[in-house]
DNA sequence: AGGCGTTGAGTTACCGGTAACGTAGGATTA
DNA sequence: TAATCCTACGTTACCGGTAACTCAACGCCT
């Protein structure tokens, strides 16, 4: 019975067990376990031997506590899961993350400062290795927060040229300019606009900003802008259109605010014998799979979403283990004309 | 400059700071701040004023080693982030552990038991207050490490009658049998199936044994199977539909791990001018957004994704608060019949 | 033989909180 | 008035590791 209760227990073996057991000193388990050396092999052996026999399970968190340490958590946060860009991001930073011993600590902020604020906080508190947060903005208290914790931080999405430590992203306000004077280059006057936007500082809202700028510039009108309040997804895209055109049907393009919603649209106009681009043009943003599958090309703006994830983790990562590291990273961002304008 | 530094240099605040700048003692201020009582208002005022000017930040670090307690970290291993159903999932979980005041630790095991092995044990080793994992299958040491952690934990997707501790899900097995069954009293014979399990244990494996047994009860012909290697997205929907259908013209109905392969399948369905469903027959699984912006209804099996989650961090919080939790939770499916067979 | 460096340990103190216990002084009660 | 209780604190010890230091034994050199 004995070997039973060793292992079933409620796992109270530490080191200094381990050490009584191996008839060693904690110091000199501690030793072993860490191989920093000083040991002789039939001690390693000893030790290691009553470490598999107790089944011990170090206790990190006395780890971080004795030398004052971060632990291993990288805190990540993004506004929403139902995004499905901000998936493919997460996806590139926890995969770099692991490959380096460290943990994504998830952050869902539902596009709303004060959580992500209380999330920060939160998180600080758990001494992180470092922090990616989705966003530029940030309340002036978790700014705050964010520079006295001292922590490797890098801002994600949306370019900043001024990051609180750094950032990795690319320009949206241009990704938007770009698609509208390539529509305006099209041909087309009157101009549409479907997102979901929650708040005034989102990466979205600049897109948005952009496209307008270049439709004044080029002397076009944007006549009609919707800005619903649900997730970005294909079902918005679908009645989003039917909202828009209902109220004004002399539009002649829409810019969506992503992919998924721009395909959306195209099952509307398909449902409803709207020719595109026959009647209506149609441009997303992000290269979603979705579009792969399309019969004709998407007219979108292609991001390397998986990218970004990554080399926000790679300069965090760089930054964590004291090296040098890049302040601000442009991904960059590439027009894709397609067929359906 | 002396307010300069408090806020900007390595935030070495600690809670002996505050108690000496109050005019306490470290207990004291301990008190105010977990709000124990036996303190006077005028002490406490004093102490969160230095709280406050100090900027303190509580080392919960500390906290958890002093009274060998749990962090408010819950460990959830999906296996994936790029299939769309997981993240559903994941959503439901995080929301209900927010508010709670827990915290998600990511974990993609990338379908692979060794890498959720390997990051179960990490886990662990951070005191977290409660693990999430999706799947029954783990490795041997992987069972043993929960079961001597003795940590609250539930097993999602793929029900399971004995539980190591918990599990939330539904029948993969006889909503994949449901299916076929329906197939067969529609009248099909010869059917096919593409999917993209990586191992033999993992619930759409059971979905497309339920659905092989089904049709061997009816007496059909299971006569094509395809599992590839890749994520069950839209793309590989098309390519395998178009892979498949070479091998074998005489398929008349296909089931597809889900609906994002599924609505693949139809694009590629759409560019060939192959009908649906008088050509061929289109099942998928899983409800999935894209489904709702289809000419027609989609035949598929509905699944509560999100609900799994929720129930799942539900009983969990339960677990952890001492609570009783139900061990087995069935969230059920529901077959949408649809139009596309 | 004496001095010295190396190897393989053990000892002590400490990280930042909190549980458990101790205690002074005022209020309440017998 | 003395015994008792309560309030509002302070003191001590400890959680499980590790940094920094100490130290004995042994081999090697001059």
Not at 71 to 100: A, C, M, Q, Y
Not at 220 to 232: A, V, W, Y
Request: glycine letters at 10%; a negative charge.
């Amino acid at each position: 019975m004995t070997e039973f209760k060793i292992s079933s227990k409620n796992n109270k073996i530490n080191l200094s067990e381990v050490a009584k057991a191996a008839g060693v000193s904690k110091m000199t388990a501690s030793r072993v376990l860490r191989e920093e050396g000083g040991y002789s092999e039939k001690t390693r052996v000893k030790v290691m031997a009553e470490v598999e026999r107790l089944g011990y399970l170090p206790n990190r968190i006395a780890t971080v506590f004795a030398g004052d340490k971060s632990t291993t958590f990288v805190g990540v946060s993004i506004p929403d899961l139902g995004n499905e860009v901000f998936t493919h991001v997460l996806e590139g930073i926890d995969r770099k993350l692991v490959s380096f011993n460290h943990q994504t600590v998830l952050g869902m902020t539902q596009h709303a400062l004060a959580e992500e604020e209380t999330w920060i906080e939160t998180v600080l508190s758990w001494k992180p290795a470092g922090l990616i947060l989705t966003g530029r903005a940030h309340t002036p208290k978790a700014v705050q927060l964010l520079q006295s914790a001292n922590v490797p931080l890098v801002e994600i999405w949306d370019l900043n040229s001024s990051p609180i430590d750094m950032c990795v992203g690319l320009n949206h306000f241009d990704s938007g300019y770009d698609m509208g004077r390539f529509l305006l280059s099209k041909g087309y006057t009157r101009f549409g606009y479907v997102g979901t936007s929650h708040d005034a500082a989102n990466a979205a809202t600049s897109r948005l900003n952009g496209y307008a700028k270049a439709i004044e510039d080029g002397g076009g009108r944007l006549s009609k802008q919707l800005c619903l309040n649900d997730i970005p997804g294909f079902y918005p895209g679908f009645y989003g259109t039917e909202q828009l055109l209902s109220s004004d049907p002399n539009v002649e393009v829409i810019f969506f605010q992503n992919d998924n919603m721009a395909v959306g649209a195209v099952h509307f106009c398909q449902a409803q014998h709207i020719s595109i681009p026959g009647d209506i043009g149609i441009a997303g943003w992000g290269e979603l799979p979705i579009a792969s599958v399309l019969p004709y090309r998407l007219t979108t703006v292609q991001v390397n979403h998986l990218r970004i994830g990554q080399l926000a983790a790679e300069n965090l990562l760089l930054k964590i283990s004291g090296d040098q590291a890049t302040p601000v990273s442009d991904v960059g961002f590439r027009l894709v004309t397609g067929e359906t304008v």
